[in-house]
């Protein structure tokens, strides 16, 4: 095969850097991928947020922003650790956001959601509209909190992962455990 072709089937996401194959992952297969990156246990995963089970909900989006914003720099520090941080982060966005749209609906706000995110966080929208949606649909489910994965590498599955979830309960009982 030329490099051309080679390369068309690459840029069409038929391969992987060095040949490798690029296929999606599906229900069992996808679950026993994912089984095999869990990380240590309940004890050495939730380390790195003590303080967040600690603090109490937002009362303000101004206490969400600073909250928000103080612990960013931790998030990309552990991203390839486990993905404990990046579900909570992501809910907290999520929380952030909801009194955003109360602040913003009330008139009690003119900026934009991104502008508070740039400004305010140092965060990009897009990797933060990323957080809320692993977040929102992994939420319920402890188990993810223990995996070893890039957050990109989970975010990539997403979709496969939320199908799975919803069609195997046995699957899905299995993700909501904590041990």
Not at 108 to 120: G, Q, V, Y
Request: hydrophobic share 30%; with cysteine; proline share 2%.
């Amino acid at each position: 095969m030329c490099k051309r072709a080679n390369f068309r089937r690459y840029a069409n996401g038929l391969l992987k850097p060095y040949g490798k194959e690029n296929r999606k992952l599906f229900g069992t297969e996808l679950h026993e991928y994912l089984k095999k990156h869990i990380v240590g246990t309940k004890e050495n995963y939730f380390y790195s947020l003590k303080e967040a089970e600690d603090h109490s909900p937002f009362k303000t989006l101004k206490d969400a922003l600073g909250y928000l914003k103080s612990n960013y720099e931790g998030l990309e520090q552990s991203n390839n650790k486990t993905l404990y941080r990046s579900l909570h982060y992501g809910d907290w966005l999520n929380r952030a956001f909801q009194f955003y749209k109360k602040e913003k609906l009330a008139g009690t706000i003119k900026r934009t959601w991104e502008d508070l995110l740039s400004k305010e966080i140092k965060i990009n929208d897009s990797y933060a509209r990323k957080l809320r949606a692993v977040a929102k649909v992994l939420g319920g489910y402890d188990g993810f909190k223990r995996i070893g994965l890039p957050f990109f590498e989970l975010h990539k599955y997403l979709k496969e992962i939320e199908n799975m979830l919803t069609t195997d309960s046995e699957v899905a009982e299995f993700w909501k455990q904590t041990n």
